[in-house]
């Protein structure tokens, strides 16, 4: 999905180290000179770099519009690439899945599922990044309502269906 990120994650290494995160500078948040969200900018002038698309868990508490998000809990790109864990079977990643998946769960629980704008949100409990969103009418039923079903009605305002699919698991399911 494009929930990047949930709060102020620790990598790998700094898990490993037992380290809190530090506060992510520019680099990590720049997307080739996106504009940012000027509400968000306006109440962080020292931290204007966080109010652009490529921090949506952050961003979200600005926005005045309801968006839909589709993120998986355990999102491969981010805990893989991103947060540079090693592509390994060991127990330390394995715990490192699990921890990405409690701060993912905990900043879509704030951001998106207690939002009052009417936001909606496709969340199941993968260890993927968008190989399961890719068809939506096709994907993981979550409350007996696909991805694809949820958005559209959502979308259109029908409201015959739930429009917040959260599977709150703490371990990968899919």
Request: hydrophobic share 30%; charged share 20%; with cysteine.
């Amino acid at each position: 999905g494009g929930y990047f990120f949930p709060g102020n994650p620790s990598t790998y290494a700094e898990f490993m180290k037992n380290e809190t995160a530090p506060p992510r500078g520019p680099e990590l948040y720049d997307l080739y000179n996106s504009t940012v969200n000027r509400a968000c900018s306006d109440a962080n002038p020292a931290n204007g770099y966080r109010c652009g698309p490529a921090n949506v868990g952050y961003l979200m508490q600005y926005l005045q519009t309801p968006v839909y998000v589709a993120e998986n809990q355990f999102d491969y790109e981010q805990i893989f690439d991103e947060m540079q864990c090693p592509k390994e079977q060991t127990k330390e990643v394995e715990e490192y899945v699990l921890y990405y998946g409690s701060v993912m769960r905990a900043s879509i629980e704030k951001r998106v599922v207690a939002s009052v704008l009417g936001d909606g949100l496709y969340f199941p409990s993968c260890l993927q990044h968008t190989e399961n969103l890719n068809k939506p009418f096709n994907s993981k039923l979550i409350n007996n309502t696909s991805y694809g079903d949820s958005l559209a009605d959502w979308f259109f305002g029908k409201n015959h269906l739930p429009h917040i699919l959260f599977q709150n698991s703490t371990v990968p399911t899919c």
